[in-house]
């Protein structure tokens, strides 16, 4: 088996994988010269010729999606100052792409409902900047304390809340903005007496949470991630709407209705998957061994269980979306069984949804999916990774 993957770039067992689920497998070979991007915080648009200076390499504007950068595969930035120093972010502009797909507005209230590591919930607060909110899920606590990590580090996380909880389930409403005034009134008063309002967030974290994460680490090695039954608020910023108000405003749930009338602007869904549009992560294979990739890709098993998965993510993102909201569901997998299949099913169950236009994508280097609307990044098209996008308005019935 050694000799033969050796010769191959990629095992047998992957290529009737991808053949079973018509993605051609010469995207693959183009992974050696799909490049790597960044995008650039808001604000440091002047330090570009600095940037390249310390990585010694230049910066090729990606002239379909503003603020993004191309560079060559090889080249690090995780050690250079402008990365440290929160001036750059690492970020595929397939990722990139689907975010602009929302249209994300000033005053949007954005929930992003798979949010970790987080690439993408910074670059929604960065083009909301002082303004709206982003309410983070996801079910991995590891993951999503990283994504806290990245908010801190780029100084992003005012107006964000992050939970772990599971997407599929997750009810709570956006932030209020009546929640907010008061929260700025308390915010100096959170005294003693009131112990059940939230004060503001420090990142001493309470004994409660510093047991659970030790917990979690200690079965991490052997159980699949832990869903916590109740959402658990792990960050929140100053302006997030939390500081002031009581645990139980807090966690009040929206009824469907509500969602309709008062749910979130936008909403993200970019759902678990097989990551097999990811050549990065294809390629961490051959690390990992060729088993983990039966495992974790080819198992028919799991590609079944994640269809659920993925449906039901987007179900319950979908009903906590406002009548005239916007939605995108996202994937790094290029099977049909993970989006067109979904999209298609959930069409059919769902009357109030109706596909829309990515009027944005004019211009974009991708093809358009199995189904009209829908559409596909791929290494040989699209010079990134792979990556699969469609969006839904939410009709009032
Ligand atoms: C493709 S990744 C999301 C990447 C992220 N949007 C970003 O830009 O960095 C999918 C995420 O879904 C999370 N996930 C899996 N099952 C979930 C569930 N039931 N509810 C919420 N998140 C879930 C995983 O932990 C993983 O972090």
């Not at 792409?97 to 910074?122: E, F, M, N, T, Y």
């Not at 990142?203 to 200690?218: D, G, H, V, Y």
């Not at 109740?230 to 009824?255: C, D, Q, W």
């Not at 829309?356 to 990134?384: N, V």
Request: proline share 4%; net charge negative.
């Amino acid at each position: 088996m050694m000799e033969e993957i050796s010769k191959l770039p990629l095992p047998e067992a992957f290529l009737s994988f991808l053949e079973e689920n018509g993605i051609d497998p010469s995207i693959y070979k183009a992974s050696d010269s799909t490049p790597r991007y960044l995008r650039l915080k808001p604000g440091s648009e002047d330090e570009v010729e600095e940037i390249e200076a310390e990585i010694k390499c230049k910066l090729e504007k990606v002239d379909w999606l503003p603020g993004f950068y191309s560079l060559p595969p090889d080249i690090q930035i995780a050690n250079s100052k402008a990365y440290q120093g929160g001036k750059i972010y690492g970020i595929d502009a397939a990722s990139g792409a689907a975010v602009s797909a929302l249209k994300i507005s000033p005053g949007d209230h954005v929930l992003d409902l798979c949010a970790a590591p987080g690439a993408k919930l910074c670059m929604m607060l960065d083009i909301l900047g002082d303004s709206g909110s982003v309410t983070g899920v996801d079910v991995a606590r590891h993951r999503l304390a990283a994504c806290r990590t990245m908010l801190l580090k780029y100084s992003l996380g005012d107006r964000c809340r992050l939970f772990v909880a599971d997407g599929t389930t997750f009810s709570l409403p956006p932030m209020r903005v009546d929640s907010v005034s008061r929260s700025l009134l308390n915010s100096e008063s959170a005294s003693e007496e009131n112990d059940d309002k939230f004060r503001e967030w420090t990142s001493r974290r309470p004994w409660k949470e510093r047991k659970r994460a030790a917990k979690a680490r200690e079965g991490k090695s052997s159980q699949p991630v832990a869903v916590s039954e109740n959402p658990e608020l792990i960050f929140y910023g100053r302006h997030a709407g939390v500081v002031g108000i009581s645990k139980n405003e807090l966690y009040k749930t929206m009824s469907d209705l509500e969602a309709s009338s008062c749910g979130y602007d936008k909403v993200l869904v970019d759902a678990e998957c097989t990551h097999d549009g990811s050549v990065r992560h294809i390629q961490k294979f051959e690390n990992w061994g060729w088993t983990t990739l039966q495992r974790r890709v080819l198992d028919a098993e799991r590609t079944d269980s994640l269809s659920l998965l993925q449906l039901k993510l987007l179900r319950n993102g979908f009903r906590l979306l406002k009548v005239g909201g916007l939605l995108v569901y996202s994937t790094c997998s290029l099977t049909v069984a993970q989006n067109e299949d979904i999209v298609e099913q959930f069409l059919k169950e769902n009357a109030s949804a109706e596909l829309q236009e990515i009027e944005e994508a004019e211009g974009w280097p991708c093809k358009s999916g199995r189904i009209a609307k829908t559409l596909r990044f791929d290494p040989l098209t699209s010079q990134t990774s792979g990556l699969f996008v469609a969006k839904f308005t939410k009709l009032a019935t």
